[in-house]
C-alpha cells in the first residue's frame, strides 16, 4: 500500500490561529518561534487531524482539553506516490 505525504496544513480558527495559516511541509520542516507564536498550537492541529482520520466517528466530538467548537482545518493536497 503506498504512502500519503501530507505537502501542507492550513489552519483557521483554533486557538492563537484566527486568520488562515498555511504551513507547508517539506523533506524536515522544523517549527521555530518566540513563546506563545503558535507552534504548539499547530502540533495540536496535527494530532486532532490525525485523531479524525484514525478514529473518524461522526457521534463523537474532538476534545482538547474540552470540546473544540471551532475548528477548520484543510488539506488541500495529498501526494501519494505511485509503486514502481
Known amino acids: 500500500m503506498a504512502k500519503a505525504k501530507l505537502?501542507?496544513?492550513?489552519?483557521e480558527n483554533f486557538k492563537s490561529y484566527k486568520e488562515?495559516?498555511?504551513?507547508?511541509?517539506?523533506?524536515?520542516?522544523?517549527l521555530i518561534?518566540?513563546?506563545n507564536s503558535g507552534k504548539s498550537s499547530?502540533?495540536?492541529?496535527?494530532?486532532?487531524?490525525k485523531q479524525t482520520l484514525a478514529l473518524a466517528r461522526e457521534d463523537v466530538?474532538?476534545?482538547?482539553?474540552?470540546?473544540v467548537e471551532a475548528f477548520s482545518l484543510r488539506i488541500?493536497?495529498?501526494r501519494i506516490p505511485q509503486p514502481l
Open 42 to 49: 499547530a502540533i495540536q492541529a496535527l494530532l486532532l487531524l
Open 61 to 67: 466530538s474532538l476534545h482538547l482539553g474540552g470540546a
Open 20 to 30: 488562515p495559516t498555511t504551513i507547508t511541509f517539506g523533506g524536515l520542516t522544523v
Open 7 to 11: 505537502q501542507s496544513l492550513t489552519i
Open 76 to 78: 488541500p493536497a495529498l
Open 33 to 35: 518561534g518566540r513563546n
